[in-house]
């Protein structure tokens, strides 16, 4: 775990540009990430190949941003070991950390 606490769990609220977090319903934590704003072409026109499109489980770049926002720091290393097309890796590349992934797929 990083040593920044998330924004909702120290009642911070909102985390840049992309979520809000605080006291939340009936004095219960919430965390809520505003990522579907813009739609998913949108989001990867101009960083994903056309190609990664085919993927069937593909993730939508601004979720894996704002984690990458809220619980890394530049230059902080961002490893998925599970990373299909590289959505995380891109976006933590875009907001300079370095990126490290594995895939079971060779495709
Ligand atoms: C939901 S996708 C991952 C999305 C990715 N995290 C991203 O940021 O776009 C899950 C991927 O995990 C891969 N996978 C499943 N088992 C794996 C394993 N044992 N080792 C590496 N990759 C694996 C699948 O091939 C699939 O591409």
Redesign the pocket.
């Known amino acids: 775990m990083p040593d920044h606490p998330h924004p909702a769990a120290d009642g911070a609220g909102a985390a840049a540009g992309a979520g809000a977090g605080g006291a939340g319903v009936a004095g219960l934590a919430t965390s809520v990430w505003l990522t579907g704003q813009r739609s998913a072409p949108v989001q990867r026109r101009g960083r994903y190949l056309a190609a990664s499109t085919q993927?069937p489980?593909?993730?939508l770049p601004a979720i894996?941003a704002h984690a990458v926002a809220v619980y890394t720091r530049p230059g902080d290393l961002v490893a998925?070991?599970?990373?299909?097309?590289?959505?995380?890796?891109i976006?933590a590349v875009h907001q300079g950390r370095d990126a490290l992934?594995?895939?079971?797929?060779s495709r």
Do not use: S
């Open positions: 993927h489980a593909r993730m894996a998925d070991p599970m990373c299909g097309i590289g959505t995380t890796l976006e992934g594995v895939e079971l797929e």
